[in-house]
Nanobody
Framework: QVQLVESGGGLVQPGGSLRLSCAAS????????????MSWYRQDPGKQRELVAE???????KYAESVKGRFTISRDNAKTTVYLQMNSLKPEDTAIYLC????????????WGQGTQVTVSS
């Protein structure tokens, strides 16, 4: 099993910044963290869950068009924690942000965190 613990959400004014963290642990993950890609999704009630940013095992990053230039995804040296630096936040960024890890070699497995609420409002 893999456990994901997210933190860093909260209430921020438009134009502000937040940094989300997601720490992965568990025997299956710790055997080789380099086998797992890590990503952030977000979901607003009544809307479909959408990919916000992803970082592959090679360190390649991908972003949703709506956050390009404002959000940055990164991973620590141990490859067990993923961060999402969110700048110039807008009200439409308000959502629950969820961390996901995906094992990229067989068996392909996915695990999700519980989510952390981000609210952008004045």
């Amino acid at each position: 099993q893999v456990q994901l613990v997210e933190s860093g959400g909260g209430l921020v004014q438009p134009g502000g910044s937040l940094r989300l963290s997601c720490a992965a642990s568990g025997r299956l993950f710790n055997i080789n963290a380099m086998l797992w890609s890590m990503s952030w999704y977000r979901q607003d009630p009544g809307k479909q869950r959408e990919l916000v940013a992803e970082i592959t095992v090679e360190g390649v990053t991908k972003y949703a068009e709506s956050v390009k230039g404002r959000f940055t995804i990164s991973r620590d040296n141990a490859k067990t924690t993923v961060y999402l630096q969110m700048n110039s936040l807008k009200p439409e960024d308000t959502a629950i942000y969820l961390c996901k890890v995906r094992r990229t070699v067989p068996p392909v497995l996915e695990y999700w965190g519980q989510g952390t609420q981000v609210t952008v409002s004045s």
